[in-house]
């Protein structure tokens, strides 16, 4: 992080930053050792550069002695067994590689947060992880004893609106990536309005819209949706009073997110709801952070989590 700031301005030193976020990339520890350790090979070979020795003579000496050390280390190295039920040697190499990270002094919670974690998404008979599963939401506010590991979907957003519960148990979650509103001409138009009558009409049929789009989703059997767009406030009222839980402008990856977990599939219009595409979760709750009292929804006991 440090490198990162540093405005470098040498060319060899750039090279050390780009060094230090490979190692970060790769690895994700051990980015101050290498940073030191390629410090003393420039200065070993600075000095057999001052005795006249080219340096491709040097680089191709490096080359050899990366490979004996590489040989040596495989004589030394310990093979370290772990399995579900003894995860131990996870959890203290993980808390080994938080000791120099500004965590340090809760490096026993962080550490077990993040063995559970991968361990939550690993295929430990491929010993594969997909990291894209694993999302860290961060806010202002509260305390690093305050971080926790949720199983299942944290999504940065709150209810549409305040009056709706905070928390809903047995979820049945329909995802929408339609929006919430009557439909609209695609060409240019102008409607003109000439008598109460005839307002009252147009809004009538607008209303009729947004109940038909509301029963649709009650007939369902959901009793909870995420939709990728906003709503008119006359719909979100409407789904308030359906008892309709409603997380709207929810993004795609996310949206993607909660259908893996829940077992969801994505429904881009009305017309194609059906209960055979609602998720399952055992339960959705909007929580509160730190001092600043934002809001986040956590999607727990998922059907796939």
């Not at 965590?103 to 997909?130: C, F, G, Q, T």
């Not at 004893?145 to 519960?165: A, C, F, N, R, Y």
């Not at 001092?291 to 929804?297: C, E, G, L, P, Y």
Request: glycine share 6%.
């Amino acid at each position: 992080t440090i490198l990162n700031k540093m405005d470098v301005q040498h060319q060899v030193a750039k090279l050390m930053v780009e060094l230090s976020q490979s190692q970060d990339n790769e690895i994700g520890d051990g980015t101050t050792g290498v940073v030191v350790l390629a410090g003393a090979l420039l200065e070993q070979a600075e000095k057999l550069l001052s005795q006249g020795i080219h340096a491709v003579r040097i680089s191709e000496g490096f080359d050899k002695a990366c490979d004996v050390a590489v040989k040596k280390l495989e004589e030394i190295s310990d093979r370290v067994a772990f399995s579900k039920d003894n995860l131990e040697p996870l959890t203290r190499t993980a808390a080994t590689t938080l000791s120099s990270k500004i965590v340090h002094r809760y490096k026993a919670k962080m550490a077990e947060i993040a063995v559970s974690a991968v361990l939550s998404v690993a295929d430990l008979d491929r010993k594969d992880v997909n990291f894209d599963l694993i999302k860290m939401e961060g806010k202002v506010g509260g305390t690093l004893e305050d971080t926790e590991l949720v199983q299942g979907v944290v999504i940065d957003k709150d209810w549409s609106h305040p009056q709706m519960p905070k928390t809903v148990e047995d979820a049945k979650i329909l995802i929408l990536t339609c929006p919430f509103e009557p439909p609209k001409p695609k060409t240019k138009h102008k409607l003109d309005i000439k008598s109460a009558e005839a307002y009252r009409q147009l809004a009538e049929q607008e209303q009729k819209y947004f109940t038909d789009m509301v029963k649709m989703v009650k007939d369902s059997g959901a009793n909870c949706l995420a939709t990728q767009w906003g709503m008119d406030d006359e719909a979100n009222h409407l789904l308030l009073q359906n008892g309709l839980p409603t997380i709207r402008w929810v993004g795609g990856v996310e949206l993607e997110l909660i259908a893996i977990a829940t077992g969801a599939r994505i429904v881009p219009r009305f017309e194609e709801i059906s209960p055979d595409k609602l998720g399952k979760a055992g339960k959705i709750r909007e929580v509160q952070f730190g001092t600043t009292k934002d809001r986040m929804i956590y999607i727990e006991k998922c059907e796939n989590s």
